[in-house]
């Protein structure tokens, strides 16, 4: 697609489903709050006209839309079969006779790499064909340890085109992060790469399969994605031999499988405060229709058709992240996705924030979407994008991640405007990995208003809440959603009775989602962020529990206790600070900071490096000995200490003075951007 400031934009995608909600059902509506309404209040007919206007299939009758069980036990489409990839390789004909690809790679070192739909399918039925050589079947756990390159989209269709359960960590995270959330799910089968170039350097990662190997023992296979940075060979098949050794016949003759609507797609994690990474497992029916609908807000249009021409969709992550599956949820509409192995500035120890441009120039992207972290990071780098050449296609600009910034998102649009692209749409969302979606996003017949999410998600029944529990408009208020949507959790892996899948959303309020954001919806229906209204650490839109922090750093014998604090908000960059209670007679300096950073870098990830680390003499805790991250948290973001804290539930309530001297220091120096929510 070739997109220009003389060039008119197609008719958004909303738009073209609201004429055909208005010619196959006699529908019509005054404005996008009133579809909106009808969306949530009529959730079977709304769920229905998805499938039926993006034509979805199954070869057996759907016998009910949706049952009459509350909130998590809602049962969506029974009767029905369905598979993704089936749906996603549909456009193999229609786009290789256009001659678009599938997908364009490229990494670092410029390595650029181009898949066309048929060698997708061929690939994708070549390596289902080796995995049921060995053993996977339906139901069976395929463990990824995968950068963002083509072979993980390949892995991921072959196995889900078995049954097979899906689930991937990115080569980023260290062992112990790693098999905190495989073991628990206990894979039959690991996929994984020996080695990446990352951040300006090679990385040997054979060691890290290898240790993966000792700790997973339920692995029976180990497919491995050769590379020239392994220091030794690891695993028990090559890659090569999934996609190329198998036999001719059978790969032209595999189809992927039906599958039950509800039947497991893959498990994604996302942590909360208190114990292992949760494994959330989705359904494959309600990821489909949920990324339809994402295809809807993010105007996802075929690459091969006249109105999207060209389209090419980039939406930076890593694989660890649920945007992941979302960059890959592009081709299901027939788009050409374009993705970029490696670090976003380049190199670490010296910054080029125009790495990413560059890559959506050269590649010709039409929608750039990436953390809001990474916009700022550009803004403040003073980097000048209208310089970098080729960017006047781009017609999107999406963000999520964390809350963007209204100076950053006028300063995203006016360097679009200098690099020659039309009047850019942001297509700002705020979602979960916990649904595989968003509450909040984007509309492109909609105003917009820097700061400003455009709407709430059809289907979705999104309200702030007081803390009564009533609704309200134009003030911050908990983000609740009130009533069920397709790809919210089947459960839990290993969760006798959903107790911590209840514990984790409905605890709050009973038969009512509590995302765990502060959220405000204006009386126009445009929304703002405000960021995380729980304790969970949200670095670059990627979530740790503190309990996973606590583990790699407690283990130090210099460490007796430990409270960490994400005092991400809305305009202000995540900040994280750690504070430690040390061993009697030992005082926090530079080395026991490094050995303390070293230790989350080597177990987590880098990401979740604290900004600064403070020693303290108690961490505060209630009378049942809980650390009080919230109650701080909301000190430290400026409410008074009379509100959030309560000395006579306190175990410890003589600490409290410090922390409230600390807040206020803290709030000092950074008044110009601390907002209370």
């Not at 000792?214 to 180990?222: I, K, R, S, Y």
């Not at 949507?485 to 959903?498: A, E, Q, R, T, V």
């Not at 445009?526 to 839109?541: E, K, L, P």
């Amino acid at each position: 697609m070739t997109t220009s400031a003389s060039s008119p934009l197609p008719l958004p995608l909303i738009q073209h489903y609201e004429q055909w909600l208005s010619q196959q059902h006699g529908l019509q509506f005054e404005d996008y709050e009133a579809l909106h309404a009808w969306s949530v209040a009529h959730l079977a007919d709304f769920w229905r006209s998805i499938w039926d206007y993006y034509q979805l299939e199954s070869p057996t009758p759907i016998t009910e839309v949706l049952s009459a069980d509350p909130m998590p036990d809602a049962r969506w489409f029974s009767g029905a079969q369905v598979s993704l990839p089936r749906q996603l390789l549909r456009h193999a004909a229609l786009a290789q006779q256009a001659g678009v690809p599938a997908i364009v790679s490229d990494n670092e070192l410029g390595q650029v790499r181009e898949m066309a739909w048929p060698e997708l399918q061929r690939q994708v039925a070549s390596v289902a064909v080796a995995l049921r050589s060995l053993g996977i079947g339906r139901g069976d756990r395929v463990a990824a340890y995968m950068p963002n390159i083509p072979e993980t989209v390949v892995a991921m269709l072959a196995c889900v085109s078995l049954g097979a359960v899906w689930s991937v960590c990115a080569p980023d995270m260290g062992v112990a992060a790693v098999v905190d959330r495989f073991k628990q799910i206990e894979p039959k089968a690991l996929i994984a790469v020996d080695g990446v170039y990352y951040g300006g350097k090679p990385l040997d990662r054979s060691a890290v399969v290898q240790s993966l190997l000792a700790e997973l023992p339920t692995v029976q296979h180990c497919l491995t994605v050769q590379t020239p940075y392994a220091a030794a060979p690891v695993g028990s098949h090559h890659w090569d031999w999934a996609t190329t050794g198998q036999d001719a016949q059978a790969v032209a003759g595999f189809e992927p499988e039906w599958l039950p609507f509800d039947h497991p797609i893959w498990i994604v994690y996302s942590s909360g405060t208190t114990g292992l990474p949760k494994p959330i497992v989705h359904g494959t029916g309600g990821i489909l229709l949920a990324l339809h609908v994402a295809g809807l807000h993010n105007d996802l249009g075929a690459s091969y058709s006249d109105s999207h021409a060209g389209e090419r969709f980039l939406w930076y992550s890593s694989t660890g992240w649920v945007m992941w599956n979302i960059q890959v949820s592009g081709l299901l509409f027939g788009t050409t996705i374009t993705i970029f192995d490696g670090h976003p500035a380049g190199s670490s120890s010296q910054p080029d924030w125009g790495v990413l441009w560059r890559f959506a120039a050269r590649h010709r992207t039409t929608i750039f979407g990436a953390g809001a972290a990474y916009y700022s990071n550009c803004m403040k780098a003073g980097l000048d994008v209208g310089a970098i050449a080729g960017l006047q296609q781009v017609r999107t600009l999406g963000s999520t991640g964390s809350p963007l910034a209204p100076e950053v998102q006028r300063w995203g649009s006016a360097q679009l405007a200098a690099a020659g692209a039309a009047e850019v749409f942001w297509c700002n969302i705020s979602g979960g990995t916990d649904f595989c979606g968003a509450f909040i996003g984007g509309n492109r017949s909609l105003p917009q208003a820097p700061g400003r999410m455009q709407c709430r998600w059809l289907g979705h029944a999104v309200e702030a809440w007081n803390e009564q529990g009533q609704p309200v408009r134009d003030e911050v208020g908990e983000l609740v959603c009130t009533r069920p949507i397709p790809s919210m959790p089947l459960y839990f892996w290993n969760d006798p009775g959903k107790q911590r899948y209840l514990d984790s959303y409905f605890d709050h309020w009973p038969g009512i989602w509590r995302h765990g954001d502060w959220i405000q919806i204006n009386s126009d229906g445009s929304c703002v962020i405000y960021g995380r209204s729980d304790a969970t650490i949200n670095r670059q839109g990627l979530r740790m529990g503190t309990s996973e922090i606590y583990n790699a750093i407690e283990a130090l014998p210099e460490v007796q206790d430990s409270m960490v604090i994400d005092l991400e908000y809305l305009g202000r960059d995540s900040y994280m600070p750690l504070f430690v209670v040390l061993r009697e007679g030992l005082v926090l300096d530079a080395a026991l900071q490094d050995r303390i950073a070293q230790a989350i870098r080597t177990a987590l990830s880098p990401r979740f490096v604290p900004d600064t680390i403070v020693q303290v003499a108690e961490v505060p805790r209630t009378l049942t000995g809980k650390k009080l991250e919230l109650p701080i948290k909301k000190l430290l973001l400026g409410q008074p200490a009379g509100k959030v804290l309560n000395p006579q539930t306190m175990a410890n309530p003589g600490c409290l003075p410090w922390y409230e001297a600390y807040a206020a220091r803290h709030l000092a120096q950074h008044s110009a951007q601390t907002a209370t929510p």
